[in-house]
T-cell receptor, first 112, second 112 residues
Framework: SAVISQKPSRDICQRGTSLTIQCQVD?????MFWYRQQPGQSLTLIAT?????????ESGFVIDKFPISRPNLTFSTLTVSNMSPEDSSIYLC?????????FGQGTRLTVV | LAKTTQPISMDSYEGQEVNITCSHN???????ITWYQQFPSQGPRFIIQ???TKVTNEVASLFIPADRKSSTLSLPRVSLSDTAVYYC?????????????FGTGTKLQVIP
């Protein structure tokens, strides 16, 4: 199993600014994933983060808007850049251990 | 990745057994079937996983017919604390390298 610590848990940000979300895993995981979840909706995959290489982004998400870092096998960051109110959402990170995925508690972002 | 179909919502009284069925007609040979539970303001939490037949753990049972085109999550004697969204996922291979994508989920409301 794995425990994922995600921070901040919530933030209110001004439009045009950027926020970096951090995820720390208590064990090494090969793949980490970043999701977005609108209130009352399912999770949408943003990108897959691999150590030592660029993240792989899903359709509709681009690196300039959501740059991701993965410096080692236990840590990753997602930055939400040049924020607008449409970016208000919950952002979650996830790590895989064999066939099971573990999730952070999420970051509730409000852009005003 | 196999697409999943599950009911949008279900209601149940406390103490009853709840069965949530998920359809995954194009499941691949190497795919596992995994169920997650999500409470409001939390990340999804692993419940149970199976490949075929029946799997049981301390919280749920998972029934998978021989053709594996569907699966049923069974929650015995639900309580109010089981009110949550339940996600069925397929396409999680044993190698740990396949990304996890979520369907719509089933919102279970337990009624006193």
């Amino acid at each position: 199993s794995a425990v994922i610590s995600q921070k901040p848990s919530r933030d209110i940000c001004q439009r045009g600014t950027s926020l970096t979300i951090q995820c720390q895993v208590d064990s090494q995981v090969t793949m980490m994933f970043w999701y977005r979840q609108q209130p009352g909706q399912s999770l949408t995959l943003i990108a897959t983060a691999n150590q030592g290489s660029e993240a792989t982004y899903e359709s509709g998400f681009v690196i300039d808007k959501f740059p991701i870092s993965r410096p080692n096998l236990t840590f990753s960051t997602l930055t939400v850049s040049n924020m607008s109110p449409e970016d208000s959402s919950i952002y979650l990170c996830s790590g895989r251990v064999e066939t099971e995925a573990f999730f952070g508690q999420g970051t509730r972002l409000t852009v005003v | 990745l196999a697409k999943t179909t599950q009911p949008i919502s279900m209601d149940s009284y406390e103490g009853q057994e709840v069965n949530i069925t998920c359809s995954h007609n194009n499941i691949a040979t190497n795919d596992y079937i995994t169920w997650y539970q999500q409470f409001p303001s939390q990340g999804p939490r692993f419940i149970i996983q199976g490949y075929k037949t029946k799997v049981t753990n301390e919280v749920a049972s998972l029934f998978i017919p021989a053709d594996r085109k569907s699966s049923t999550l069974s929650l015995p004697r639900v309580s109010l604390s089981d009110t949550a969204v339940y996600y069925c996922l397929v396409g999680v291979d044993s190698g740990g390298y396949q990304k996890v994508t979520f369907g719509t989920g089933t919102k279970l409301q337990v009624i006193p």
